[in-house]
């Protein structure tokens, strides 16, 4: 069982930046994917970013809206994975959540077996 806590969320501007975190519990966090997700209000969830596990070098994947503006990244040492938002804008609004899946690796479809409770994060002028 794995649980996951996110925090960083907020009110922030059109332009700024925004650092969320997930602290994993348990002592096979290194061999899980992670990932992050986020669900807008009336809109389904969608894929934010994945980081695999250090199989032989992380393979990291991030949906196209956020290429470029968001970094995805985990500490195994500290059991926590991160999200740097940078040059966020109103279509970033949503509830960000952490999930972590069963196996090294996986996909931006991939069914997640664990979720953290969500952040919010608002952009807005």
């Known amino acids: 069982q794995v649980q996951l806590v996110e925090s960083g969320g907020g009110v922030v501007q059109p332009g700024d930046t925004l650092r969320l975190s997930c602290a994993a519990s348990g002592r096979t966090f290194r061999t899980k994917a992670m990932g992050w997700f986020r669900q807008a209000p009336g809109k389904e969830r969608e894929f934010v970013a994945s980081?695999?596990?250090?199989?032989?070098?992380?393979?990291?994947v991030y949906a196209d809206s956020v290429k470029g503006r968001f970094t995805i990244s985990r500490d195994n040492a500290h059991n926590t994975v991160s999200l740097q938002m940078n040059n966020l804008n109103a279509e970033d609004t949503a509830v960000y959540y952490c999930?972590?899946?069963?196996?090294?690796?996986?996909?931006?479809?991939?069914?997640?077996?664990?979720w953290g409770q969500g952040t919010q994060v608002t952009v807005s002028s």
């Open positions: 980081i695999s596990a250090p199989v032989i070098s992380y393979k990291i």
């Open positions: 999930a972590a899946h069963r196996d090294p690796i996986a996909s931006s479809s991939d069914d997640y077996d664990y």
